[in-house]
């Protein structure tokens, strides 16, 4: 994560270091933005943090500790940045039931009142996370709304790479399929959402 200003202060290098005993391995730490002294006249300063992995907010007691809220990225169906004069304010919606793509209920999140700078690079974080998910969402929607209507149609697309006809492939191969499409993924001959379209299928015919 990159040195901010706000990390020179002990209540946020505190912050700091909860944040960071929160990570899972191989979760970075991204960018963070610290609530303005001017809107925690009551309350101590709120703290928001993207990870690669997810958007952490933190707020600390009146007489320690730190209670925090933890978003998933592939939860979040929208992310809006509102600047005023003082500060800005980032407003986050999402599904309260992370195992379903659709039929959850929404909940908001705000974190209000932050440094403006900082506020802008969590919010591009977010809108870039919101985007990449948004397909991967779309899809999933799709197969639980088929699940939901009696599974897949058994035809594929013929230009659907892995279709349940290609020559070599039968539907008694799935593993085979869904790991040659894995690494045509990794190699980047086919994109994110083409590899979940493809494992919808797969997954479909088991």
């Given at each position: 994560?990159?040195?901010?200003?706000?990390?020179?202060?002990?209540?946020?290098?505190?912050?700091?270091?909860?944040?960071?005993?929160?990570?899972?391995?191989?979760?970075?730490?991204?960018?963070?933005?610290?609530?303005?002294?001017?809107?925690?006249?009551?309350?101590?300063?709120?703290?928001?943090?993207?990870?690669?992995?997810?958007?952490?907010?933190?707020?600390?007691?009146l007489?320690?500790?730190?209670?925090?809220?933890?978003?998933?990225?592939?939860?979040?169906?929208?992310?809006?940045?509102?600047?005023?004069?003082?500060?800005?304010?980032?407003?986050?919606?999402?599904?309260?039931?992370?195992?379903?793509?659709?039929?959850?209920?929404v909940?908001?999140?705000?974190?209000?009142?932050?440094?403006?700078?900082?506020?802008?690079?969590?919010?591009?974080?977010?809108?870039?996370?919101?985007?990449?998910?948004?397909?991967k969402?779309?899809?999933?929607?799709?197969?639980?709304?088929?699940?939901?209507s009696?599974?897949?149609q058994?035809?594929?697309?013929?230009?659907?790479?892995?279709?349940?006809?290609e020559?070599?492939?039968?539907?008694?191969?799935?593993?085979?399929?869904?790991?040659?499409a894995?690494?045509?993924?990794?190699s980047?001959?086919?994109?994110?959402?083409?590899?979940?379209?493809?494992?919808?299928?797969?997954?479909?015919?088991?």
């Open positions: 994560m990159e040195s901010q200003r706000t990390s020179s202060e002990p209540g946020i290098r505190k912050a700091l270091a909860h944040l960071e005993s929160m990570l899972v391995p191989n979760e970075v730490a991204k960018c963070y933005a610290v609530q303005r002294r001017l809107f925690a006249l009551t309350h101590r300063r709120v703290m928001v943090a993207a990870t690669s992995g997810r958007l952490i907010g933190i707020s600390r007691g007489i320690g500790g730190f209670t925090p809220v933890d978003i998933r990225w592939q939860d979040i169906k929208t992310a809006h940045v509102k600047a005023g004069i003082f500060g800005s304010d980032i407003t986050i919606t999402a599904l309260t039931q992370p195992d379903l793509a659709s039929g959850g209920a909940r908001a999140f705000q974190f209000t009142g932050l440094r403006k700078g900082d506020a802008q690079a969590v919010y591009r974080a977010c809108q870039e996370q919101e985007q990449a998910w948004r397909e969402r779309r899809l999933r929607e799709l197969e639980e709304l088929r699940a939901k009696g599974g897949f058994a035809s594929a697309s013929r230009d659907m790479p892995f279709a349940s006809d020559p070599g492939l039968g539907k008694g191969d799935l593993s085979a399929r869904l790991k040659r894995k690494e045509m993924l990794d980047g001959l086919i994109s994110d959402s083409e590899y979940e379209t493809v494992k919808a299928k797969v997954i479909s015919e088991i």
